[in-house]
């Protein structure tokens, strides 16, 4: 059994000589698990969509004076919203880890004059950068620093 | 002989005289332990139905020509041993491809978009022969090798879930050989090569799905070429404020 | 019936098809050509080849010693003017595919490596890991794809060269998608469609081997020279025969039998101190004479013996032989670094083929052929590896520039008849494919011809058996003729290829048996039983085969020997 799929796909810029049936991907194709990580992994662009609608409601309320941000802490106390954040922290994880994953192999041998440094190296840097980033905004966020 | 067992086998088929969609036909026949499935379609079309289509060659996985679905994921069935399936195996055509015939896909689109990449050796002027061979060292060999390696079967396309709906994307193994000519030492074609990238048929499309890597019958990892290419691309572009092209390679 | 014009056809998009194309618009920019091909040109079977193509290149090496080492390995039947032209240009035309893109392996320095290999006296092998083939094809392939005007009719099957007074003018070829013929009409054909391994069942060869243009040149009245020698590699896998590259044992792998010996070296079988690095012929009866002996492995597919890779070590093979090492592991089931890999010769070359001269015409004006389709003859009784690799691209270039020399002063002739023998053909072709009566499978009458190929020419021959051979190819011919189509479909009918092909194959196996039949001494690849030694006072001659309707007539052609008179060959 099959699925359809995009009707022009791999279709020639001349029109074949025989009818074709058209291009299709087997049953399994979008629910097998390797393609649902990924899907998965695309599908968290909702949530940077929604954080970034999140970040105009925060700016709005920023700029329309003290008491319209307090009512937007209020909100955040709301558990709908640590859940949403929860969300995102997952989202991240696993972007973060799956794109970490593939980032090393996606160096090119030589950028102009310079040579990436090897899978490993490049491993160890963005996941330092990634945890002195997280240290550093919750030491600066939590208060533990002014 | 105690050493022969019975599997079967669905294969898709379809003839557009005949058909008006692809159908299923069952087909049970005696297995070695040894064979590859391209050993059983073949058995089938010489002794069981001669009017089963497909395509086949060398047999030891160089060609390409073999690339067919079994169980829902894109093989070569030349090299894909029998005995890692049960009792019933389904053979379809490749995903994504239309389908002439039974288990024959139309690849004159990928034709097409392997020449847009121009996989030729570009340079400003011609070296002559007394000249000898270029040099070229076993790493910069190295840097494009990988790439070189591929074997025009498609596996890929048929693994994408890009190619299944942007028609206009030229798909990994198109990329990767694209690719493989930008990084080699000898060619001077990167510019011409990287606004094709950039064109119609941009690469910007892949999403990192990495499934034309994970199918690839020889490990050309055409993701990482994809995505090298994407940043070499975009170098390419700033650089081309800086430098104007015609000056630069 | 459909008819496209250019000035030149070329059948066969192999190594051969492909440079000459290139040479062909190189050489008259105004030039269109039609290339032609069953399959895709990157399905061609010189993707498979492994090991090498050779040309000289180190500084203790020489054209002389290349000229003397092809030579004596074709047990002095190479025609020594061809062979003298092909060292010459060897160097060129490999230079020309690295600047084409061929990734050549390198020295640390940069310069282009090169290996050892079996009957060569200097390392003189270019290489590109063990993939040689694969690379040459798809740079070749992929370069061609630069001249808008080789236009390729992919998936077009020639069934017919189209002949007027004559000379030929085209082809005729069945739309492999449509299941329509079509006339391909110009004014010089160059064929370059390969050999034909599969007339033998266990050969290196991959399907599309069938011998197709010399079948279409035998019946147009082109005799076919030198049939009887067939290649025997000696490392192929038992069962599938493929191919396990020359390079192995240039890389300095061992032969060993079932007691671990390296017979080549312990026991003596002509090649001294070249060991595994002796030409193909001595090799492969080596290995066959230590399995009659008892010392060979006993196996499903046939006895075989091993070649041994262990004291290698993984880097190196990893390094020179990496597809190796992923073929013994997906087709034996062993990991050449830890197992040695089961071998045993197997069909893989066919030194014959279309008589042609140096130029590659043929005895039918324009009509023309190179590479392994080809007998020019460079190869003579026996080829040496990775001479054909190179072959390909001299004799493809000085085939294409010769012909497209004389497209261009003939003339494009009458077309009603050619369009005539081409509707004829057409209505051939429909009969056979509406053929539901009587007859047998396909299948059938292939494993008999094999079967009786492999009894009656095998690595050794006997005089009984390979009349027996010719017996049973003639009453085959008669059989095919009858054949029993399943696929009465006109869209992608691969059925009625298959019987195509089948005619092909035996009319080409009709003309190895009756060749080997006649050469009564051993020489090259042709080991008779009958005649052990080599008989140079009555057989130093090309054999020829013609087409004759009532059976196929031999004749003989002379050597052209220049300086290097005919010795005793001992390695």
Redesign the interface.
């Given at each position: 059994m099959s699925r359809p799929v995009n009707p022009h796909a791999m279709a020639p810029a001349r029109a074949g000589s025989t009818r074709t049936a058209p291009p299709s991907v087997p049953d399994g194709f979008w629910s097998a698990p390797r393609m649902r990580r990924y899907l998965i992994f695309d599908a968290t662009g909702i949530t940077y969509l929604l954080i970034g609608l999140l970040i105009l409601r925060v700016a709005w309320a920023l700029g329309s004076g003290p008491e319209a941000w307090q009512a937007l802490l209020q909100q955040f106390r709301h558990p709908a919203y640590l859940g949403f954040h929860l969300l995102v922290l997952l989202s991240v994880i696993v972007v973060g880890l799956r794109f970490f994953g593939l980032f090393p192999k996606a160096q090119p041998p030589k950028i102009g004059p310079v040579t990436p440094p090897p899978g490993p190296v490049i491993h160890a840097m963005l996941y330092a950068a990634w945890g002195a980033l997280t240290l550093g905004l919750v030491l600066v966020l939590g208060g533990f620093l002014p | 002989m105690s050493d022969v067992q019975k599997k079967k086998f669905i294969v898709t088929r379809f003839d557009p005289d005949k058909d008006q969609v692809p159908k299923t036909q069952e087909y049970t026949i005696p297995v070695k332990p040894d064979w590859k499935v391209l050993d059983a379609l073949n058995y089938i079309k010489d002794e069981v139905d001669g009017s089963i289509s497909h395509r086949w060659s060398c047999r030891m996985a160089v060609c390409g020509s073999c690339g067919m679905l079994v169980n829902g994921e894109p093989k070569l069935t030349c090299s894909t041993a029998l005995s890692d399936y049960g009792d019933e195996v389904h053979i379809a055509p490749l995903s994504n491809f239309p389908v002439i015939r039974d288990l024959v896909v139309d690849i004159e689109g990928f034709m097409d978009k392997f020449k847009s990449v121009k996989p030729w050796i570009i340079r400003a002027k011609e070296k002559a022969v007394e000249e000898g061979p270029c040099r070229q060292t076993p790493e910069e060999l190295h840097a494009f090798k990988q790439f070189s390696m591929c074997i025009n079967c498609m596996l890929c396309y048929a693994a994408c879930p890009v190619v299944s709906n942007v028609p206009e994307f030229l798909g990994p193994a198109a990329i990767a050989l694209g690719h493989r000519y930008n990084l080699d030492s000898r060619d001077e074609g990167a510019g011409e090569r990287n606004e094709v990238f950039r064109g119609e048929g941009t690469i910007f499309e892949c999403s990192f799905a990495n499934e034309c890597s994970e199918v690839c019958p020889k490990s050309v990892d055409p993701a990482a070429a994809i995505n090298q290419a994407k940043l070499l691309a975009v170098v390419d572009w700033a650089k081309s404020f800086v430098v104007p092209r015609g000056g630069d390679k | 019936m459909e008819v496209f014009r250019h000035d030149l056809v070329i059948v066969g998009g192999g190594g051969a098809g492909l440079r000459a194309a290139i040479a062909v618009v190189e050489a008259d920019p105004k030039a269109s050509v039609a290339l032609v091909s069953k399959?895709?040109p990157?399905?061609?079977?010189t993707?498979?080849a492994e090991g090498g193509a050779a040309a000289v290149a180190a500084p203790d090496d020489s054209l002389e010693m290349h000229f003397k080492d092809t030579v004596k390995g074709s047990d002095f039947l190479a025609d020594q003017d061809c062979v003298d032209y092909f060292v010459d240009h060897a160097v060129?035309e490999?230079?020309?595919l690295?600047?084409?893109?061929c990734?050549?392996?390198?020295?640390?320095?940069?310069?282009?490596a090169v290996r050892a290999f079996g009957g060569m006296t200097a390392k003189r092998t270019w290489y590109a890991a063990d993939?040689v083939g694969?690379?040459m094809l798809?740079t070749l392939f992929?370069?061609s794809?630069?001249y808008d005007r080789i236009v390729r009719y992919d998936e077009q099957f020639v069934t017919k060269l189209l002949i007027e007074d004559g000379v030929v003018k085209g082809v005729v070829a069945l739309?492999v998608?449509?299941g329509v013929p079509r006339a391909i009409l110009g004014r010089a054909v160059i064929l370059t469609t390969g050999g034909a391994g599969k007339c033998f069942p266990f050969t290196t060869n991959?399907?599309?081997k069938t011998g197709d243009g010399m079948a279409l040149a035998y019946r147009a009245g082109v005799g076919l020279k030198d049939m009887e020698f067939v290649q025997y590699h000696p490392t192929g896998l038992p069962?599938?025969g493929?191919?396990i590259t020359e390079a192995s044992r240039g890389e300095g792998g061992y032969v060993i039998n079932s007691e671990g010996e390296r017979f080549l070296v312990t026991r003596d079988y002509g090649v001294g101190q070249k060991a595994e690095l002796g030409p193909r012929d001595m090799i492969s009866r080596a290995i066959m004479l230590e399995i009659a002996a008892g010392r060979g492995i006993k196996g499903s597919y046939g006895d075989f013996v091993q070649l041994d890779l262990r004291h290698l070590g993984e880097a190196k093979i990893m390094e020179r032989l990496p597809?190796v090492r992923?073929?013994a592991r997906?087709?034996a089931?062993v990991d050449p670094v830890f197992q040695p890999i089961p071998i045993r010769p197997v069909v893989h070359y066919m030194m014959g083929g279309i008589d042609t001269d140096i130029d590659g015409a043929t005895t039918l004006p324009g009509l023309y052929a190179a590479g392994e389709t080809a007998c020019v003859s460079m190869n003579g009784a026996n080829r040496l590896g990775s001479n054909s690799l190179t072959e390909c691209l001299v004799f493809g270039a000085r085939t294409g520039q010769k012909a497209i020399a004389y497209a261009r002063g003939a003339s494009a002739g009458n077309e009603a008849p050619l369009l005539r023998q081409a509707q004829e053909e057409a209505a051939r072709i429909e009969e056979l494919r509406g053929r539901r009566k009587g007859g047998e499978?396909?299948?059938q009458i292939r494993r008999e011809m094999q079967k009786t190929m492999e009894e009656g020419c095998g690595v050794y021959r006997e005089q009984a058996s390979m009349q027996e051979s010719v017996r049973v190819m003639a009453q085959l011919r008669g059989r095919v003729a009858d054949l029993q189509?399943?696929?009465?479909?006109?869209?992608?009918?691969?059925?009625i290829l298959t019987a195509l092909e089948l005619a092909n194959m035996v009319d080409v196996a009709e003309t190895i048996a009756v060749a080997a039949a006649a050469r009564r001494e051993s020489r090259g690849s042709h080991a008779c039983n009958d005649y052990k030694t080599r008989n140079d006072q009555e057989f130093l001659h090309h054999s020829l085969v013609h087409f004759e309707p009532g059976g196929p007539r031999l004749s003989q052609k002379p050597v052209n020997i220049t300086r290097f008179q005919p010795e005793e060959r001992k390695y």
């Open positions: - | - | 399959v895709y990157m399905r061609s079977h993707v498979s060129e490999l230079t020309l690295e600047h084409w893109g990734p050549w392996s390198r020295d640390a320095d940069g310069r282009v993939k694969f690379h798809h992929q370069t794809m630069r739309d998608r449509e991959g399907t599309i069962g599938t493929i191919l597809f992923t073929l997906t087709y089931g499978r396909i299948a189509l399943e696929d009465a479909s006109k869209v992608f009918n691969t059925e």
